[in-house]
């Protein structure tokens, strides 16, 4: 039976009860998210989606409407000063406090109200008679809270972090401390403690009660420590999809983004601040409508008395704070309110959280490593998050980027890596400290694509849900799994579902009767009969062909049977027999690169089109020549690199995060483009004074020097490997009745520079160093592969086929073909050309160092 069938929405409902919104889910999709048809958007706790009722009503309000600075006194003034007032009421409301117990100070969002917090907040040095101020803080924190380190610090302030556990053993130990209140001779020392109502990084909701217990010095850390504490609650994760009641926590601080909650407007948030606890705030700088009086020729400045106008420098950003008004009421008319948001998103993330979980390789290995705290049985506990990592069938993680690639390919939108919270990352993932320093010095920053240091994860995978997520995003997520990384048949683990399915799941769910289901062959899940337990786990069927690593010197030679250059980077390949050498690799490769109206490189991701562009270099008559279906051919002079700068127009573009120095081609050049691309472009090429260093990553990062290359200065890749992915893709046709990709179709796709006649797949992995007719190579590393593969060389056409059958090749690791430098030290005038049919000889990496 089909996927959606068996893995039913009946057995949905099972686990949650229906949403209860004012509108049936799927008339609002169609009425408000029309945009997002055919797209799976699973990355809510990064942005939620915006109803396109909200922005309509937002530009109707303010084309009929006059909105002037509120500092101002006229009619258009005064209307933006009450509606931005109104506003203000209105958030408080929703978290059900009011005027007389907090402040709405509006800020650029929550790492800004953040920030706020850490330079007003009244940090004391220690004194021979009174303590110093402790900044405490959860260590399952968002980056931006830890950051208030920095300036507590400064100040004299000792930073403490705290794990989860310390906190809530000290209080299932129920240790007393002294009183919050303990009069006017007690010690007033300010100290502050930071929790996340909810972690961004698992979903984990942390009790709500914490904002007493510390208050109160009850709780660790405030019950070991003299003074005044302060709880400042990190709101971000947990108000996109959970209600927040201020009349039981009282927080004193409360950060929050409204893109979190609304989707649109972005760059806007707020500081909550609990009215009591905004007397004991300092300031130093002071801007605009905060001060009630200054003097410019003398050190004098009173500020204004009200909390939120003397926190908010200059004019706040009022049109977008008026967009929240259309944005509350198109959240209210959708959905009801946050109680119907809660048991809907929640319902959506544990059903996909016991499938996922539970599901298992043919062999019975796990697919996946789940990353959460207990069972995932409660919104009071969980928020709508998923963090994990996939397996293969050998119990190997699969890089987080490699799933990022093949998701992004089914439309797919997810994220992945540590979600700037390293603290949790590190718990999870079991990293130690000395692991991130080494990570870091191995070439791994935070949000890059390294996704595996010596084999373990350096970061994960998480989905979430919002109040528009539905069953059938489910449904596509679990399948792209059983799709792309499941080794066949898939299994589900009956005891692990059974043990999920009957665990408690709160208000949005009831207990269910044991159910044992297993995934079938082609995805679908199925009933099982036999009660008998998994067969014991075996590697048969999972080992890849592969050749044993010779350590030996150069073995016999092999071939060069292709080279390709790609004078302008993402059209098409241009193919000769032979080719000199230049300093930044094969002469003219990717020396020039198409950029949109915007100055931004365009690549076949977003303009496949780019592939039917065909450049061509005639060096006898000095000239780039252009032709494309449709288009006169295009002539573009070389010019010598002396000229370039003083005949062109000079401009800045990046490759790769890395900034270079280009000049414009003309407007001839770029007319053409923009007639054939239907866009306005331009084409620029490499300024002769731009120099460019290898990547860090690779081996050759110290004497590479790169052209608009991605990576490297040359790209090899090996007929053996491309036969063994044809024959993958071939079995995958078989079963959908598709056409196969021919040899060179695939080579085309691939998009390397040097193509050789190789005798095992993949072998090239192991090599270290390569002799190429007469000139030497250094191997730089793997060649990580995206969904460019994908694209059809001749016509633009896109397929999943090349992806999902290099990952099936490659256990979920999305690599193929090394790149490679020239050693060109002491090198002879033979070495500086290549040629078709020249030996290759190779020496392989020493395994044993």
């Not at 959240?331 to 809660?342: A, E, N, P, S, V």
């Not at 279906?629 to 002079?637: A, D, K, Q, T, Y």
């Amino acid at each position: 039976m089909e996927f959606r069938n068996l893995c039913s929405l009946e057995t949905f409902r099972d686990i949650c009860s229906p949403s209860g919104y004012s509108e049936n889910l799927e008339d609002v999709i169609k009425k408000e998210f029309t945009r997002i048809k055919g797209v799976t958007y699973l990355d809510h706790a990064g942005a939620t989606l915006y109803p396109e009722s909200a922005v309509r009503e937002f530009c109707l309000d303010i084309s009929k409407n006059v909105y002037g600075n509120p500092h101002s006194h006229n009619p258009s003034s005064t209307l933006t000063h009450d509606t931005v007032d109104r506003v203000r009421y209105r958030i408080l409301q929703h978290f059900n406090t009011t005027p007389e117990e907090y402040s709405v100070i509006f800020t650029s969002g929550s790492t800004a109200g953040l920030k706020l917090v850490s330079e007003a907040f009244p940090w004391s040095a220690p004194t021979a008679t009174e303590p110093g101020s402790l900044f405490c803080y959860l260590t399952d924190n968002h980056t931006s809270v830890v950051g208030i380190r920095g300036p507590a610090s400064a100040q004299g302030a000792l930073p403490i972090p705290v794990s989860p556990s310390e906190v809530e053993g000290r209080a299932r130990a129920g240790v007393e401390g002294v009183g919050g209140h303990d009069g006017p001779a007690a010690c007033q020392t300010p100290h502050l403690f930071c929790y996340p109502a909810q972690s961004n990084f698992s979903g984990r909701k942390y009790p709500l009660g914490h904002v007493r217990g510390i208050r109160a010095r009850r709780l660790y850390p405030a019950c070991d420590h003299r003074g005044r504490w302060f709880v400042l609650l990190d709101a971000a994760a947990h108000v996109g999809c959970s209600p927040l009641d201020l009349q039981s926590c009282a927080a004193d601080f409360v950060p929050l983004s409204f893109y979190k909650m609304f989707g649109f407007p972005t760059g806007l948030g707020a500081l909550l601040v609990r009215n009591q606890a905004a007397a004991r705030l300092k300031k130093c700088y002071f801007g605009g409508g905060t001060a009630a009086g200054y003097l410019a020729g003398e050190d004098y400045f009173v500020p204004t008395a009200n909390v939120c106008d003397r926190f908010e420098d200059g004019s706040v950003s009022f049109l977008d704070i008026i967009a929240l008004n259309h944005s509350f009421d198109a959240l209210q008319r959708i959905t009801g309110g946050m109680d119907h948001i809660q048991p809907h998103a929640f319902g959506l993330a544990r059903y996909t959280h016991m499938l996922l979980s539970s599901l298992c390789h043919g062999n019975g290995h796990p697919v996946a490593q789940m990353y959460t705290q207990g069972q995932f049985d409660s919104p009071d506990t969980q928020g709508a998050i998923l963090n994990f990592n996939l397996l293969d069938c050998r119990g190997h993680i699969i890089g987080y980027s490699q799933v990022d690639k093949l998701a992004s390919l089914y439309n797919i939108h997810l994220r992945t890596g540590c979600f700037c919270n390293t603290g949790a990352c590190q718990h999870f993932l079991d990293i130690t400290d000395q692991e991130v320093k080494n990570n870091l010095k191995a070439g791994h920053v935070c949000g890059d694509s390294i996704d595996l240091v010596d084999g373990k994860p350096t970061g994960s995978v998480r989905v979430s849900f919002g109040y528009m997520s539905t069953f059938d995003d489910c449904q596509t997520f679990l399948s792209f799994v059983v799709d792309c990384f499941v080794e066949k048949p898939p299994r589900v683990d009956r005891v692990r579902l059974g043990n999920l399915r009957q665990s408690k799941t709160g208000p949005c769910g009831n207990s269910h009767q044991k159910r044992s289901i297993k995934l079938s062959a082609n995805g679908g899940i199925e009933q099982e009969v036999e009660t008998r337990r998994p067969a014991e786990p075996s590697l048969e069927g999972c080992v890849r062909p592969s050749s044993a690593v010779d350590t030996t010197l150069p073995k016999n030679p092999y071939t060069l049977t292709h080279i390709y250059i790609y004078p302008v980077k993402s059209c098409a390949a241009f193919e000769v027999c032979d080719w000199p050498l230049g300093a930044s690799g094969l002469l003219f490769d990717r020396s020039w690169m198409v950029v949109n109206g915007h100055g931004v490189c365009l690549s076949q991701k977003r303009e496949p089109r780019l592939c039917q562009i065909l450049p061509r270099v005639e060096l006898p008559l000095g000239q780039l020549s252009l032709s494309a279906p449709g288009m006169e051919n295009l002539s573009v002079p070389l010019k010598s690199a002396a000229t370039l700068k003083t005949s062109q127009r000079v401009c800045q573009s990046k490759v790769c995060g890395d900034r270079v120095e280009t000049v414009d081609s003309g407007d001839e050049a770029a007319t053409w483009l923009s007639d054939f691309l239907g866009q306005p472009c331009r084409l620029i090429r490499q300024s002769p004074d731009s120099i460019r260093g290898g990547q860090k990553r690779l081996n050759t990062a110290s004497t590479a020097v790169l052209s608009l290359v991605n990576e490297a200065q040359y790209l090899l890749i090996n007929q053996a490997s491309v036969d063994l992915i044809q024959e993958q893709i071939r079995r995958q046709e078989s079963s959908e009745d598709g056409q196969p990709l021919e040899r060179q179709d695939l080579i085309s796709r691939f998009r390397a520079n040097l193509i050789i006649a190789g005798v095992e797949p993949f072998e090239e992995d192991s090599w270290s160093q390569l002799i190429i007719g007469n000139a030497q190579f250094l191997v730089g590393g793997r060649c990580g592969r995206c969904q460019m593969i994908c694209v059809d060389q001749d016509t633009g056409a896109k397929s999943k086929a090349p992806l999902l059958a290099l990952s099936a090749c490659r256990s979920g690791k999305l690599t193929f073909g090394v790149y490679l430098s020239r050693q060109v030290q002491g090198d002879s005038p033979s070495a500086r050309t290549l040629s078709v049919g020249s030996a290759v000889l190779h020496r392989t990496l020493d395994l044993s160092l």
